[in-house]
Each structure stands twice: as structure tokens, then as C-alpha cells.
């Protein structure tokens, strides 16, 4: 067997070696804004969203999607889901001292990054007052047999 081989390199794609395919059989989306005929057809129902700005199609599909959990598409009601979370498209770190909080500083400013420290600098944190007196879960009941 030859091993083909032009202008001094290995030849090893298929259009090289002369297996000539077109490229709309490889990729079926040959056209930006227009589903082809074949995929419209295998579909029931077909949406196609995005936030105003292009920011972020995961947080977006995400926000969305709650929205849906909470509508029932027959009353004129307003789902009661912010359009964007207190965190909204941010990243978030959450250091625990304040040697950590000055080292995410000087990380922020190398990159690039806009910061917000949301707490001033507190590290403090606490229970919560119904911690360990309120149970979360319901108290048993027993039926009329005493079970």
C-alpha cells in the first residue's frame, strides 16, 4: 500500500484523498434563520427564544422554564418569577475570611472582572433563630388505632 503523501506532508483527509462530499450533507442547518422543510415536518411544536441582549441562552432557557412550571396557559394570570435572579448572569465567590475576600480582589483587578461585595466586608454569619426549635417536617399523626 502507497501512502499517499503531497507537497512533502501526509495527505489524510477525505477531500484530499478524493472522496469529495458537499458539505450540506454533513451538516444539515445550511442556512442561519430558516429550519429545513425535513425538520419542520418531524416536529410538533417548535419555539425559538432569547434575552434581549444575547447574554446568556442557558439562564435565559433557565428563567423560562420556571416561569412555565407556575402558568397553566389558560388564565390571564402573570407568573410570579422574576425575569432575572438577585445573582442574575453574575458569577458569585463566597470567601470565607478576609484574607480571601483581598485575594479575590487582586484576582479581580488582573483580570478585569466588575465586582460587588454584597456583605461589606462582614464575615460574620448566624443560625437563623428557628434553628433547631422548628422542625420543617410535620409532626406525625396517629391514626385510631394509636399507630
Known sequence: ????????????????????????????????????A???????????????TFADRIYELNRVMMAVAV???KNNIKPEVDAESWAGRNNLAFPYTAEEQEMLKQ???????????????DFKSSELASTYTKSPV??????????
Open 138 to 147: 410535620a409532626p406525625v399523626k396517629k391514626n385510631k388505632y394509636g399507630v
Open 38 to 52: 425535513r425538520l419542520q415536518d418531524a416536529t410538533v411544536g417548535l419555539d425559538k427564544f432569547r434575552d434581549d
Open 107 to 121: 484576582a479581580f483587578g488582573v483580570i478585569g472582572s466588575h465586582y460587588q461585595d454584597l456583605n461589606n466586608g
Open 71 to 73: 402558568a397553566d396557559g
Open 1 to 36: 500500500m502507497q501512502i499517499p503523501v503531497r507537497g512533502g506532508r501526509l495527505v489524510t483527509g477525505p477531500v484530499e484523498l478524493g472522496d469529495i462530499m458537499k458539505i450540506k450533507e454533513i451538516i444539515t442547518e445550511d442556512k442561519v434563520g430558516k429550519i429545513p
